[in-house]
């Protein structure tokens, strides 16, 4: 009764919907592989317009992984404030500024040393999407690399390695930017996915990713997380994944964009 109690609680923790925004789209899908998860995803709309959204992964699985990632996300909320990770004060000290996201890995690893966490560590990709330019400034920081694919079905792997948050100290860390097209999907997502294995000891892998996310470039968005889902476990030939599983798909729609 006490995990699924804290399950609801992290649950709760999950975006209810896609921030309304002209041009643009999130589907997300979450599947913890016990009663609580190391993986975390958010998607926040800022005062300013501007798109906020992460995926995190804390390695190891149970309660521990569960607390460090729930703290991760607090530390991650949006509103602006002397704590904020997601906000810093600006120069003359009236207000704030939002934080690139170099230096909000930076601030995170700052906060969440590998030695004070009973050796846990976490894995990251963290946005901000401009959606009046359609300009998409992120990170990730030992996390799988987003896959972007564009309306004629070409896809590339986009993004900077980083070394994950809490591993070692003092890192700059390198974040890169994007100018989205009409039409094109990224998908970022934890490593359960790619990570399963099939009947055989084969591991499922970022190639066949690639080529399961082309072939939906006509699926309805809102239906591409499970079908992405969905696949792997049809490959695998279980029913359930190994690990925690976090998909995050963002679409550049046709009819949003001049």
Known sequence: KDLAAAARIQGSLLPETSPGVPGFEFRWRYRPCDELAGDALNIQKLENGQIVFYLLDVCGHGVPSALLAVSVVHRLHPAPGPLSVVWMTNQDGSGFDLRPPHQVARRLNELYPIMDNGGLYFTMVYGQLDPGAGKLKMLTAGHPHPIRTDMNGASESLGRS???????????????????????????????????????????GEERMVEVLTETGNTPLRNVPDA???????????????????????????????
């Open 162 to 204: 980083n070394p994950p948050i809490g591993m070692m100290p003092d890192v700059e860390f390198i974040e890169t930017e994007h100018q989205l097209a009409p039409g094109d999907r990224v998908l970022f997502y934890s490593d359960g996915l790619t990570e399963m294995f099939g009947p055989d000891d084969e591991m499922f």
């Open 228 to 258: 992405l889902a969905d696949y792997v476990l049809g490959w695998s030939g279980t029913d359930k994944f190994e690990d925690d599983l976090s998909i995050l798909v963002l679409e550049s729609q046709l009819d949003g964009l001049a």
